[in-house]
Nanobody
């Protein structure tokens, strides 16, 4: 089982970035996917999640309207499109998978990617 997060980097405030989460080794379309982030000195928090067949999503209020989750089951890949980025969005972003409902709890997820760092400069 492997989740590979990519797409992070340095971006200016109000810029955009798209993160990808490539999955292998399990039936991707049977799993909900979550995106989480962790800033230095802070706990890991749920950002957005999507059900296995794209019918249900949840996004934390602080990024709603700016960060959008999606998935392409044919490519075994999930995405996090980020727009109008703010310095407070700087963090390591992780994708995770669970065979169940799309939930925001860190402890709900079974498989985790290694994380990709997003740094937003002011």
């Amino acid at each position: 089982v492997q989740l590979q997060a990519s797409g992070g980097g340095l971006v200016q405030a109000w810029g955009s970035r798209r993160l990808s989460c490539a999955a292998s080794g399990f039936s991707f379309d049977d799993y909900a996917i979550g995106w989480f982030r962790q800033a230095p000195g802070k706990e890991r928090e749920g950002v957005s999640c999507i059900s296995s067949h794209d019918s249900n999503t949840w996004t934390v209020d602080s990024v709603k309207g700016r960060l959008t989750i999606s998935r392409d089951n044919g490519k075994n890949t999930a995405y996090l499109q980020m727009r109008s980025l703010k310095p407070e969005d700087s963090a390591v972003y992780y994708c995770a998978a669970q065979k169940g409902l799309a939930t925001k709890g860190v402890d709900d997820y079974d498989y985790w990617g290694q994380g990709t760092l997003v740094t937003v400069s002011s």
